[in-house]
């Protein structure tokens, strides 16, 4: 079964840092690729980042590389997001997903989880 559940969300002051977790269930550590999407008011959800079964496999949208990265412990079922210089517009509901393979379109991502909201404040 796949599982996913976000946390880490909050509020933080513009140029700050934030981590995201992802807990994902044992078969999902083990078998698919993970990846963030993020979703602000009024738009439509877009990619964030994504991360293969190996570290080496980490891709992100150019809005957000170099500020971000994206990491996996297997050993702990968890994938994360590390959010650095943070922007206003970096506010939004984030999303991780599962593929079986590394994309970065939504329509290659069965699976999702709740959501969780942060927002950066100018």
């Known amino acids: 079964q796949v599982q996913l559940v976000e946390s880490g969300g909050g509020l933080v002051q513009a140029g700050g840092s934030l981590k995201l977790s992802c807990a994902t269930s044992a078969h999902t550590s083990k078998s698919y690729a993970v990846g963030w999407f993020r979703q602000a008011p009024g738009k439509d959800r877009e990619f964030v980042a994504t991360i293969g079964r190996t570290p080496m496999s980490a891709y992100y949208a150019d809005s957000v590389r170099g500020r971000f990265t994206i990491s996996r412990d297997n050993a702990q079922n968890t994938v994360y997001l590390q959010m650095n210089t943070l922007k206003p517009e970096d506010t939004a509901v984030y999303y991780c997903?599962?593929?079986?393979?590394?994309?970065?379109?939504?329509?290659?991502?069965?699976?999702w989880g709740p959501g969780t909201q942060f927002t950066v404040s100018s």
């Open positions: 997903a599962a593929a079986w393979v590394v994309a970065s379109d939504r329509g290659s991502y069965d699976y």
